[in-house]
Each structure stands twice: as structure tokens, then as C-alpha cells.
């Protein structure tokens, strides 16, 4: 059986009939907008006007309830007050109405008795298998049938542009500027859903819903924050099976835009760096740009197709100063452009292609000329050391727009992408390369944004199988037990010995210095309670360390039941970082790598992934924490033993293929990094498991 | 004496008569297109075209020499190859030609013969007085009485449109994509110049020359590296004066994209932050993307009208989706969306404004009525929590241009600055704003860069009275003569003794432990010979360290004349800094604050300013060096005193204000910060002076 259900994309985006409840006698009124847009965008099927109090809406027949109707309409938009909504639902539920959508607000963001009636709503869908969109959604668009069932007030416009992208917005007024803007950069949509607050219908079970429609090339997400994350990583997951791109724009980069983003939805927002690590191991392309959301697709669809693994991009220009501007935006994101191999200049040569070659191909005003572009893209398409190739037209492409487009369109095919910037206003250049499906950009900026964003967009990964075990309440292992989780995942811990709490000393199996820290799962939280002696140095300080631990326990925890004390020998290594996996409610299993002490205090300097993580993957963890350059043999140190680190996160990130184990969080704080070939050593570890 | 020099402006934007050298009878060749630009955009003055070859170019009359002409024309145009140039500067010289613009290449960015070329033009300029324009310059452009004169192509088009931005590039090819995308976006011009490489005439001469230009309200200078800094200075500060913004895009920001400036002009391209600072320090405002060029100008206006100190921006929408991504963007460029005080949100509900307010006013679609977006504005305008005012308008801006803008347009004379950014594409809306100098954007991207780069704008600092003396060679002080410069600078530093290297021992004015130290003006490298003992504990160890020293000075720096060793205690600080100053070639006079030790090769955390600076921007500079958050009592540690470091900077930064000693560089490394209230201690220091 496919995971896509037709039907409820069937009854969002092609429904046969529709009743509009609640409808309003005045079209200029949010609840009477939607049957003038539908009227005046001709859609083909049935539309129902119900109103109870008017024989006629709109100059039409109005019938005074859902169950008064010749039939059972398949969609039905509910555009009457919020206190209307749960007997509505109700009964479309008992005619057999496939979805229902909610224009209301007033429910899980407005207190209790908004909580009450969401709680209603959820159970009318799970028991009737009616779907729910909304509450709070404008509705949904699809430009191919005239379904333009919205009470979004820039649908006052006609003309919605039909083309290749699917938009799902947590915001429904973005549905109307994005469209005004998809119209001006000459794109066009499959579809448009104002999700509004997700009862029922997530972004995630409405994508993948509509997988199946030919019409949908690419998805664009506008996303206030990460919410139902399992149904998003089975569209995702599902999508990039079919090589259809998911572009995500999403909020709450900042905590002023996340705090917003809070109060606007009622949901609360996660770390955004969770979210964008989500996002891009999914395979997603996350842009940084509104305007690149319309630009993207085909760069997605060319490095989807190309199968681009690696990041190297070779630049050729008319315009010095334009290529500069684009070489220095890829910069500014971490893209570096490649120069010309001398093997590609000796062929540029040999083909008396003019210009300067060096870190870009400059042809100066030589590649307007027809037989010098082609020849010189050709020549760039085909070096080994490019992997994408961006061409940077300037005057031409605004005054001899089909002369200046004409080389590009030749490699339409290619085997790599190329993608094409036009540094001046150029209108027609755009369009036409536009239509035909090239990458191309109207700034340098969203070119850069773009390109980066593509190649920040990971292969789907390990944690594509990662498995999200119900674990209810989680409590905190002890120390000691939660060094016997790290044995089960080979995560290196330093050698340890537990004495009861009331012993006056003890035989160790290891050297002086050593700590004596307090090892019980009630206290999770040992320097809290003064539960750790350091720097112990021999038998009689150790006999006074227990004699400290337990006079600072019957002061501080007197009730925290604690039986045993934990010896360590006293180890430092190069550095310290933290490595904790934890099931996040939004994002599932995820993996972090962050700079320790006072560093993850200062920056945030951390690296996230979905778990679990190949050892390449941690690498590349390894790689984004800046903290951990200090360790690769600067100044004539020694190099850390990052092998080991990453050997390590792999290991504790497999907690997500076991979910027998129940761990809902697993934090080693620190994790000792000993110089290269000694490992690394978790000197302390935090676990929190199901019971 | 105005240090404005008219008569190039009036050459060069206003000439009486032009004489294009070597024009080309074949209007579609580079040498061609001046005198077709001119005739066909209807420019009133005086034209000769100039060809030996023929009597007639483009069906007119053409002069065989420029002595040939009835009159000295006020503005030639050499047009011809590399070769005739300096022999046609010459001729212009001798018949008292005001202003030459330089077409060709080939100077000193290709090799010897260039170079020699270039000094010849820089001799002619210097002793006949004529000023050069060029080489490689492209031309000038006056739109308000057709002066095309220009061999871009791009002019090819007519209808360059007039405005209040005057341009200034480095970049030829840049002049007309500037324009077309400032036609786009309805902005206008007063003037266009490709620079060119700046043999004589600079981006800051030329603008400069123009100030006094009524049709000027603001500069757009293209800058590929910072070039001629001194001239830039003068304008930058002169601008300020005259209350006329600076609005500047500067390449170079990524090493690739200097790297590729260079080769391109010949130019050595400097570090970009010293760019940065320079830039920020004299008041210009650096944007980050190509089209907020085009946007900025009325921002930049109205702070500087506003004299706005603070950077608390305000934000009052018609979409929450809307204003969260201009949130999102001001808060990634560091700049925080201030909430709304309880007082306003009384003012609020008292004047009835619906809507929500807590981080932004979101009016939803009450904002598209007249009277409550009306008093919206007006109450945010007078909160005094807020500095600046954005306004996110939604769907009515396109929908009902007229209607949307009306509010807006009430506060055009608001004491504080209110920006608008339109969320669909809104082009009537957008227009209208524009036409009327509301501060208004298209992208929530170039909104937030705008907002970033004019609060990022610094008041003209102390460094407008910076001098900076002719100095020649300089030399290394010994390290105890750099602490002699440290003391007239009332900059601290460690305590001290110098002793003869012969000596056996020494009896000291300090407590052991202390390190030993080669001090010669000959060995500013230290530890590169061995120069350096630590951890002397006894005078045992000292006796032995002089020895030590003496092997190694024999061994690895035989010829090094040095006769002093100096001793001095063991000292450890919270943490350690670099602080720096030097002329530097581009910028003058700088000061830097660096983060010591291994954090400095890991990243770049660096402060900039041009030097000197007070003690207050001192504290900004430490504010943004992030490892000095480590001192700032975090983890329960006492905070290191960075108020003595603040007047550490100020006072070395003096240097630029005392050209009497000479100093090209002082850098101070590492200065150790110690706890609060025991200052800080520069515990090594290399000063170059001149002799």
C-alpha cells in the first residue's frame, strides 16, 4: 500500500464539491470572500452557499444546513465563529465529508476553553476518520482548476499563475505574497494550503498526500517553527525517493522571531539549530532568502539529478565586477570558488577563447559573442574540478536578452548544473531562461543563498532508520549506570570504582589523584549538593572525602537516598567537549557535539545532526565545532585524538537503532579529548531512561 | 578656501565641450559608442570627435589633433590604444585640456612597460596640473543634460533615469547594471563615474569635487578594495558635514573575492575588516546586498536628520508572517526588535487599536484601515522605547496601493525615522513611497540590511583629527625602548630590569619566579632565536639563563648585535589580548583589540577602529571581541578588568595624535587582563619607529 493517501489531496486540492458554511452575504467580508473567488476564477464544481438565516447569499441559492444538501459535499469550508466549529465538524463527520477546514481561531493559542474544543476536534477525526486543516487556516489554492477556496484577501486578484510548486504555509497571509511575488519573478503554483495550527492535517501528511500529482515538481515550506516532525520526515523522506525537491523557508533563526512565532501559533518554538539540522539531513533545502524560494528549484532539481557530491564551483563571467559580487556572497557562506586547472586554461587557450582565467573565467566582453560562451561553458562543464558551473552574464543579457541566453540554453542537459546570474535588470533574459528551466537569479545574493543552500542540503541519513521508542516518564541513571549505557554503545568512559557511602576509605584499582563524587540516581546534580572532592591524593584525604560527602549530603539532600560513592582517577585532557543525544519532541533522535566549558557558554559552538551518525557524519561534526581547531596541531601541539571523538558520537548516537535500551537522553559532560592515538574518556555522563 | 575643487565636477558632469580622441567611425565598436550615446540622449555642449585618419566619423566632421580644434575643449575622452596615451595626456596638458578620461588598459596592472606608463601620466598631472581620469575608466554619465560619455555598452539604451545619486566605481561594467536596476526600482540618478585605477583622479577626489552639487543628495561609491584612503577621508568627513549620506558596497569581504580584485586592477587588496572600520568610522554606510544600494538612501537621510543614538527599532504590522521574517533577518544582523513598553500598549488599547502587542504591534487586517493604521504609527512614533519605527504592510499594499500608503504618508516629517517594508509585491505601493522619500524596501532582507548598515554607521569618531606623518623607513625598538613608547602613552606594563647579557646574575627589584628575555632592537622575534627563558625560579636558574641565553644568541643569531637582557616577574592574567596599532597603507591610523592565543589563529576575533578612539569605543571594541565574554563573570569567576583595558586601547590608540614619535606600529602581545581592579599589564610589545 502507498504511505500517499490520495484522498485527502484529493479533497484539498480537486474537490468535486464544496460547502461553504457560514458563508457571507457581503463578498468584500472575510467569510464572504471565498465563493466570490470561487465564482470569479470559475472553478467547475459544485459549490454549496449554507447559510441558515438567508434563502440567498450573493445573489445565490444558500441552504440552511450541511444535512438540507442534495449530496455530501467532499470539502467543506467552515467559515462560521469559532463556537459554531465543534457541532459543524460534528456533523460533516456524521454525513461522511472527507475534510473539513477551519477558518476560526480561538482554540489551543487562547486558553482553556480553546484547548478544550482542539481536544473535541481531535477526537471527532480520530473517531470519525474525517481530516481536519485548521484551525486558523485561510484555506487552499490550486490554480489548475480554479479552486481558489481561500478568504485571503489578496485573492481578490485574479490570475493565480499555474506552474510546479507546492506551497505549504504555517501562514496563511504569506499564501497571498507569495503568489504576488511568484507572479512578478514569472513562477507559478500547483497549489497553495494555509495549514493554520495543525489539529489534525499537518505541512507533513499534506505534502505527502499530494506526492502522487504530476502537476507538483517541488515543494516550498514556509514554516514557522518545527512542529510534527515524524510526519515531516516521512514526506521528506518520501519526496527525495521521488526526486521531488523540498525548499524550506523557515522562522525563528533568532529568539525574538522564535518568541514570536510562539505567540502567533500558541505551539512553542524549539532551537532553530535543531530545526535546520532536521531539515537538511532530511535532504530539504533550507533558503535564507524570501526571494529564493521562487529561484531554487531547478539548481534543486539539477544537483538532485547530478547526484553532486562534492562543493567545487567554477565560475565564468562577462563582468568581472559582477562575478565578483557572487564570488564574494558563496564566500561569505562557506562556498568556495574553485580556480581554473592549468588543464583547463591550456584547453580555454587551445579554443583561443579570450578573457583572463585564474580563480574565475573572466571573458570581459568576448562572452557576449555567441561561439566564445558556448565554447567556454562547454570547456567549464566538462573540467573534472568543477561540479557546478555559474555563468554571470552582464549588459547583454538586459540589451540582446535572446543573443545573451542562447549559449546557456544549450546546456540545458548537462551532465552538472549551471546556473546563470544577470547582473543588471534583465527582465526578458530572466524570463525566458526561467521558462525553460534554468537555474537562474536575479541578484547575487539570492544566487549565493541558493547555491549554498543546495549544497548544505545533506544526502538522507543514517537516521532515515533512526526509531522513536514511546518512552513515557524518564528518570536519571546514576552515574555508575549510566557509565554501564555507554559499555553497551563502546562510548570510552574513564576507569571507575564505586564504595559505599559509608566506608572510611578503599583499595584502588588505579593511581592517585583521583575525585569522589556522590553516584546516586536521585542526584543528578552532584556539584549542587558539593557531592564532588577533587584532587585527592592519597589514602587519608580519600577517607576525609567520604567523611566530606556525607556531611554535605545530610546538609544539602538529606533526603536524597544515596548509598554509594564514585572514584575516578584525576585525568585532563586536550580539551573537553560535550556529546549528548536526546529525543527531541520535534526533530526525534538527534546528536550533539559541542564545545565544553566556558567556550559553549561564550559562542554557541555546536554541531547537531539527526541521529544516528556515520563516522564520516561525526566527522563533519568534528569539523563545524570551532573550539576543536585549537586541537589539530596548532602551534606545534599535538594533535587531539578527533578519530577517536568521532568513533565516539557514532557509537552514542546508535542509541536510535536501540530503542530497547528506553533512553530518552544521554548527556556526556565532559568528554576528555587525549592527544592522538589515547582516545577520548567521558569523565561524566547524565542518562535518562525510561522506566 | 572650499576644499572643494569645482572645476573638476564642472568637467567632468558639466562640460562645455568634449573631445573624443580616436573615435571610432563604426558606432557599435567600443571606440564608437561615446559619440552615438551623446548624440542620441540630446547632449547640449560642444562635440569633436577626433580621428587623423578620417574627415569624416558617424557622418560628422572629425578633427584631425587636438590642435587642430577651434578651442581648448574642457573635457577630452581618449578613446585611442594604450600606446597613444600618454603622448595624447601630453598634448591635452600643453593646450591647458582641464580633464582627460582614459579609456585604455594596460598600465600598471601588465607588467613593466605599464608601470612606466603610468608614472609618465602621473608626472604629466602632477606638473601641468591636468587632472586624469583612468585608466580603464569607462566614462562619466550626467543623465540631467545627456552627458553619455561613456563606452559601456549598457547606455546603449535610452533614458538613463535622473534622480539623487551620484555614483562612483570602481567597477566600469557596474556603472550600467546600476542603472537598470535603479530604473527597476524607480531610483535616479545625478551621476555615474567609472573610476577607473585611479591614476590621479581617486573616488574620494571626484566625489568630493562634487559636494557642492545641489541635484547630489547621496553617494553610492563601488568599491572593489579600499583604495586612497586619505582622499576618501576628506570626503567621507566633508559629506557628513553637509548631512549628505555615503552609502558604500564594498567586494573583497571573502579572500577569493579580494583575491580576484587584484588581479583584476592591479591593486593590492587589503584585509576587509580594516575596510570595515574605516568605512563605519567615517560615517559612510556599508550595505551588504546589491539592491539596498538602491533603498537606503531616504534610511540614511532620516537618521541623519534624527541624529539617532540608540538602535531600538519598533515594528508594527499587518502580518504577523510578514513582520516575523523582517524580525528574523534584523535579529541575524545583530540588531534586537525592541517589545513594546506596558505604557504604549495602553496608549494602545485606549486609543481602541485592535490587535496583539508584545515584541511587535500586529494589527492584522485592522492595519489596512486608514485611522487605526493612522494611530498606530503615531503612538509607536512617540513611544520613547523605540528610535526607528518599521511598518510591514501586507496584501492591501498591492491591493489597495493608494489606501495602504495614506497612513504612511501622514508621518513623512516624523521626528524618528519609519521604514516601510511591503510583504507581496507591491510595485504602485512601492513606487508611490519611494517618489515620496518614505524610507521604503522590497525584500524583508534588503529592509534588515538597510536598518543594520545605517545603525552600524558610527559617529564621525575622533580619528576625523588623526595625523598621519611622513614616515619613511622604520625599525624595531628593543623591547625595553618599546616600553619607554608604552609610558609616554601611560599604556601599563609588566615591571622590568635590563642587565647586560655578560652578566653572571642580576640582583632584582622583583619577586622570583621571572622570565629572562634578549632585548635588542636587532631580534624583534624573540623566541624564533631562543630569546626567551621562563619559570626562573632562584638566582641559580637566573645564573643559568643568562648563560642559556648567550648559547643561543651564538648560535642562531651570531651577527645580531645584542648587549641587554631583560628580566621580568612571572605573571598570569584572567586572560590575554592582542592590542595593536599602525598605519596602516590604506586605511591611516588604526587600533585593534584581539583575542591572544590560540584563539586568534582559531578565529577571527578581532575588533577594528580607526585610531585614536575615546574610551568608550574602546569598550565597544572589547563588547565585540567574543572571548572577553569569558571575563565577564561567568561560572561564579570574578570579572577581569576590562575598564582598565578600555583605557589601554584609548591611550595607545593616541599615537595617532602624536606623529612626533614616529610610531608606524606598536603592538602590544600579549597584554594579560587581571582582576578587576588590578588593571592590566603589557607583558611583551614590538614598536616600529621611524629614525
Same mark, same amino acid.
Given at each position: 500500500m502507498s504511505i500517499v493517501e490520495h484522498s485527502i489531496s484529493h479533497a484539498l486540492l480537486y474537490p468535486q464539491s464544496i460547502a461553504l458554511l457560514? *458563508?457571507?452575504?457581503?463578498?468584500?467580508?472575510?467569510?464572504?470572500?471565498?465563493?466570490?473567488? =470561487?465564482?470569479?476564477?470559475?472553478? +467547475?464544481?459544485?459549490?454549496?452557499?449554507?447559510?441558515?438565516?438567508?434563502?440567498? *447569499?450573493?445573489?445565490?441559492? /444558500?441552504?440552511?444546513?450541511?444535512?438540507?444538501?442534495?449530496?455530501?459535499?467532499?470539502?467543506?469550508?467552515?467559515?462560521?465563529?469559532?463556537?459554531?466549529? *465543534?457541532?459543524?465538524?460534528?456533523?460533516?463527520?456524521?454525513?461522511?465529508?472527507? =475534510?473539513?477546514?477551519?477558518? /476560526? +481561531?480561538?482554540?489551543?493559542?487562547?486558553?482553556?476553553e480553546g484547548v478544550q474544543r482542539e481536544k473535541e476536534l481531535r477526537d471527532i477525526a480520530a473517531s470519525t476518520g474525517i481530516r481536519i486543516l485548521g484551525p486558523s487556516s485561510l484555506g487552499v489554492v490550486n490554480p489548475s482548476n480554479g479552486l481558489v477556496l481561500t478568504a485571503n484577501a489578496a485573492f481578490a486578484e485574479p490570475g493565480v499563475p499555474k506552474g510546479k510548486l507546492f506551497v505549504a504555509s504555517h501562514s496563511g497571509s504569506m499564501i497571498g505574497a507569495l503568489v504576488s511575488r511568484g507572479k512578478a519573478r514569472g513562477v507559478g503554483f500547483a497549489g497553495l494550503v494555509s495549514v493554520g495550527s495543525e489539529v489534525d492535517l499537518c505541512v507533513g501528511d499534506i505534502c505527502l498526500s499530494t506526492l502522487d500529482d504530476p502537476a507538483i515538481e517541488g515543494y516550498v515550506l514556509f514554516l514557522e517553527s518545527l512542529r510534527h516532525g515524524d510526519k515531516l520526515k516521512a514526506f521528506a523522506l518520501e519526496a527525495a525517493r521521488r526526486g521531488k525537491p523540498v525548499i524550506a523557508y523557515k522562522l525563528g533563526r533568532s529568539s525574538a522571531a522564535a518568541e514570536m512565532a510562539a505567540t502567533h501559533t500558541g505551539a512553542l518554538a524549539g532551537e532553530d539549530d535543531i530545526a535546520d539540522a532536521f531539515l537538511k539531513d532530511l535532504g530539504m533545502v533550507r533558503v535564507e532568502m524570501l526571494e529564493t524560494l521562487f529561484e531554487v528549484l531547478p539548481l534543486?532539481?539539477? &544537483?538532485?539529478?547530478?547526484?553532486?557530491?562534492?562543493?567545487?564551483?567554477?565560475?565564468?563571467?562577462?563582468?568581472?565586477?559582477?562575478? +565578483?559580487?557572487?564570488?564574494?556572497?558563496?564566500?561569505?557562506?562557506?562556498?568556495? *570558488?574553485?580556480?581554473?586547472?592549468?588543464?583547463?586554461?591550456?584547453? =580555454?587557450?587551445?579554443?583561443?577563447i579570450p578573457g583572463t582565467a585564474g580563480r574565475i573565467l573572466d571573458l570581459t566582453l568576448a562572452g557576449t559573442k555567441y561561439e566564445v560562451m558556448k565554447k567556454a561553458l562547454q570547456i567549464m562543464l566538462e573540467a573534472p574540478e568543477f561540479d557546478m558551473v555559474v555563468a554571470v552574464v552582464g549588459s547583454s543579457a538586459r540589451l540582446h536578452p535572446e543573443l545573451a541566453v542562447?549559449?546557456?540554453?544549450?546546456?540545458?542537459?548537462?551532465?552538472?548544473?549551471?546556473? &546563470?546570474?544577470?547582473?543588471?535588470?534583465?527582465?526578458?533574459?530572466?524570463?525566458?531562461?526561467?521558462?525553460?528551466?534554468?537555474?537562474?537569479?536575479?541578484?547575487?545574493?539570492?544566487? +549565493?543563498?541558493?547555491?549554498? /543552500?543546495?549544497?548544505?542540503?545533506?544526502? =538522507?541519513?543514517?537516521?532515515?532508520?533512526?526509531? &522513536?521508542?514511546d518512552i513515557g516518564d524518564a528518570h536519571a541513571l546514576s552515574e555508575a549506570q549510566a557509565y554501564e549505557v555507554l559499555d553497551k554503545l563502546q562510548v570510552p568512559h574513564a576507569d571507575y570504582a564505586t564504595f559505599p557511602l559509608s566506608a572510611d576509605g578503599a583499595t584502588l584499582p588505579f593511581d592517585y589523584p583521583v575525585v569522589a563524587k556522590i553516584c546516586s540516581a536521585h542526584i543528578p546534580h552532584k556539584t549542587e549538593v558539593g557531592g564532588v572532592v577533587l584532587g585527592i591524593q592519597d589514602p587519608a584525604q580519600l577517607s576525609q572525602a567520604f567523611a566530606t560527602l556525607r556531611s554535605n549530603l545530610r546538609q544539602k539532600a538529606p533526603n536524597a537516598m544515596c548509598g554509594q560513592v564514585l572514584i575516578q582517577p584525576m585525568l585532563k585532557g586536550m580539551t573537553e567537549v560535550l556529546v549528548g543525544y536526546r529525543i527531541d519532541p520535534d526533530a526525534g533522535p538527534i546528536i550533539m557535539l559541542a564545545a565544553g566549558g566556558i567556550w559553549a557558554e561564550v559562542m554557541r559552538d555546536r554541531s547537531i545532526r539527526l541521529a544516528p551518525v556515520s563516522v564520516d557524519t561525526a566527522r563533519e561534526m568534528i569539523a563545524d565545532v570551532k573550539m576543536l581547531k585549537t586541537v589539530t596541531g596548532l602551534r606545534g601541539k599535538p594533535n587531539g585524538d578527533l578519530e577517536a571523538l568521532a568513533q565516539a558520537i557514532s557509537n552514542l548516537s546508535m542509541l536510535a537503532l536501540k530503542p530497547e535500551l528506553k533512553v530518552r537522553e544521554a548527556e556526556v559532560n565532559p568528554m576528555l579529548v587525549l592527544v592522538e592515538g589515547h582516545g577520548v574518556l567521558a569523565v561524566d555522563a547524565l542518562v535518562m531512561q525510561a522506566r
Open positions: 457560514g *458563508v457571507s452575504d457581503d463578498p468584500g467580508k472575510t467569510g464572504g470572500r471565498p465563493l466570490q473567488f =470561487l465564482r470569479n476564477s470559475g472553478y +467547475a464544481g459544485k459549490i454549496y452557499p449554507i447559510n441558515p438565516n438567508r434563502s440567498q *447569499v450573493q445573489g445565490e441559492k /444558500a441552504w440552511p444546513s450541511l444535512s438540507a444538501l442534495p449530496e455530501v459535499p467532499e470539502h467543506v469550508f467552515i467559515l462560521s465563529p469559532t463556537d459554531t466549529v *465543534v457541532p459543524a465538524v460534528k456533523e460533516s463527520a456524521q454525513l461522511g465529508v472527507k =475534510l473539513v477546514t477551519i477558518l /476560526a +481561531a480561538g482554540f489551543s493559542e487562547s486558553g482553556e534543486a532539481q539539477g &544537483v538532485a539529478k547530478s547526484g553532486l557530491r562534492q562543493k567545487n564551483i567554477g565560475v565564468v563571467a562577462t563582468t568581472g565586477g559582477g562575478a +565578483a559580487m557572487v564570488v564574494d556572497q558563496l564566500s561569505m557562506r562557506g562556498v568556495t *570558488v574553485q580556480s581554473l586547472s592549468d588543464e583547463t586554461q591550456r584547453k =580555454l587557450k587551445e579554443a583561443q542562447r549559449p546557456i540554453m544549450e546546456f540545458i542537459n548537462a551532465d552538472k548544473p549551471l546556473a &546563470v546570474m544577470l547582473v543588471p535588470d534583465a527582465p526578458e533574459a530572466l524570463s525566458t531562461l526561467t521558462q525553460a528551466g534554468i537555474p537562474c537569479f536575479r541578484t547575487p545574493e539570492t544566487c +549565493a543563498d541558493a547555491i549554498a /543552500a543546495v549544497l548544505a542540503r545533506r544526502e =538522507l541519513s543514517e537516521s532515515a532508520n533512526a526509531i &522513536v521508542p
